[in-house]
């Protein structure tokens, strides 16, 4: 048996044509390998997170959740998913003014108890060219006082015209 690749149209028509223009974005800030409950970083923050669990529990992965796995490490994870064609700096810009920076001082608590902090960004592009994205330096500054770690994923899949 051979696999077609799916290439970008496959993969419109799969996810549905009624916003596969609107590029979709997440902005995660994410908590990783602490021996607390994860709880009181919700507390702590005022957030409701998207996920969190602790090390050793178990979860379940794959198309009907049939495998097993176990957690290597704690993790809180806040998230703002966006359907927006708005510049993803933009986006960034307003997740800072309104969830990093006015949490600054808990964040770094947290993050005195805590091995690993994360600020995620994936965007999946679908209307436009180039959506590279620059740090400001007042950002770098920010992320760099709460010793957190930047990981972007952009998965740019708007066609050739």
Same mark, same amino acid.
């Given at each position: 048996?051979? /696999?077609?690749?799916?290439?970008?149209?496959?993969?419109?028509?799969?996810?549905?044509?009624?916003?596969?223009?609107?590029?979709?974005?997440?902005?995660?800030?994410?908590?990783?390998?602490?021996?607390?409950? $994860?709880?009181?970083? =919700?507390?702590?923050?005022?957030?409701?997170?998207?996920?969190?669990?602790?090390?050793?529990?178990?979860?379940?992965?794959? $198309?009907?959740?049939?495998? =097993?796995? /176990?957690?290597?490490?704690?993790? !809180? &994870?806040?998230? !703002?998913?966006?359907?927006?064609?708005? /510049? *993803?700096?933009?986006? *960034?810009?307003?997740?800072?003014?309104?969830?990093?920076? $006015?949490?600054?001082?808990?964040?770094?608590?947290?993050?005195?108890?805590?091995?690993?902090?994360?600020?995620?960004?994936?965007?999946?592009?679908?209307?436009?060219?180039? $959506?590279?994205?620059?740090?400001?330096?007042?950002? *770098?500054?920010?992320?760099? &006082?709460?010793?957190?770690?930047?990981?972007?994923?952009?998965?740019?899949?708007?066609?050739?015209?």
């Amino acid at each position: 048996m051979t /696999f077609k690749r799916l290439d970008k149209k496959d993969y419109k028509k799969l996810m549905g044509s009624a916003d596969s223009e609107i590029n979709r974005n997440h902005l995660i800030i994410r908590f990783l390998d602490f021996d607390f409950d $994860p709880e009181l970083i =919700s507390k702590k923050l005022e957030l409701e997170p998207l996920s969190t669990g602790q090390k050793g529990d178990e979860y379940f992965v794959g $198309p009907q959740k049939q495998i =097993s796995k /176990f957690r290597e490490c704690s993790h !809180w &994870d806040y998230e !703002w998913k966006i359907k927006s064609n708005d /510049f *993803i700096g933009d986006l *960034i810009d307003k997740f800072f003014k309104e969830i990093i920076i $006015p949490r600054l001082g808990s964040i770094k608590d947290i993050g005195a108890n805590c091995k690993t902090i994360r600020f995620i960004i994936v965007q999946y592009y679908y209307n436009g060219h180039n $959506p590279g994205y620059g740090f400001e330096k007042e950002q *770098i500054k920010i992320l760099a &006082d709460i010793n957190a770690e930047i990981d972007m994923d952009i998965y740019c899949l708007c066609e050739d015209e």
